[in-house]
């Protein structure tokens, strides 16, 4: 997963899984460190930004780089569940297996 392949507001439906992946459910798929840099990317492109959940983001939780406070949504959930277990499901298969399927829906996950 590279940052600067996403645009800013796929940068925000990350942000919002992986906050409540990791605040709500205890389970992480990012590391730190990208969700750090995934939180100073929307940051510097807050202005361009216009996905829908925008309003439930402050700039203080990104500039202190946590999703605690957030208020999430039966969506945010939802997609976060099925981004989760397509990850576990990946991370079991094979790089055969990964290069048989082509581009993942994980890639393709908010595209």
């Known amino acids: ?3 600067d392949d996403f645009s800013p507001n796929r940068c925000v ?3 919002m ?3 409540y992946l990791y605040y709500e459910k205890d389970k992480q798929v990012l590391t730190d ?3 750090d840099q995934m939180c100073k990317k929307i940051l510097k492109t807050w202005d361009q930004i216009d996905h829908p959940h925008k309003k439930l983001i402050d700039k203080e939780s990104l500039e202190a780089g946590t ?3 957030i208020k999430y949504t039966n969506m945010i959930k939802g997609a976060a569940e099925s981004w989760y277990t397509e990850n576990q499901r ?3 298969m094979t790089p055969r297996q990964k290069a048989s399927l082509g581009q993942s829906s994980l890639e393709n ?3």
Request: glycine letters at 10%; a positive charge; proline letters at 0%.
């Open 1 to 3: 997963m590279k940052l």
């Open 13 to 15: 439906a990350f942000y």
């Open 17 to 19: 899984m992986s906050s």
């Open 33 to 35: 460190g990208m969700f």
């Open 67 to 69: 999703g605690y406070y």
């Open 90 to 92: 990946l991370k079991k």
């Open 109 to 111: 996950f908010f595209q």
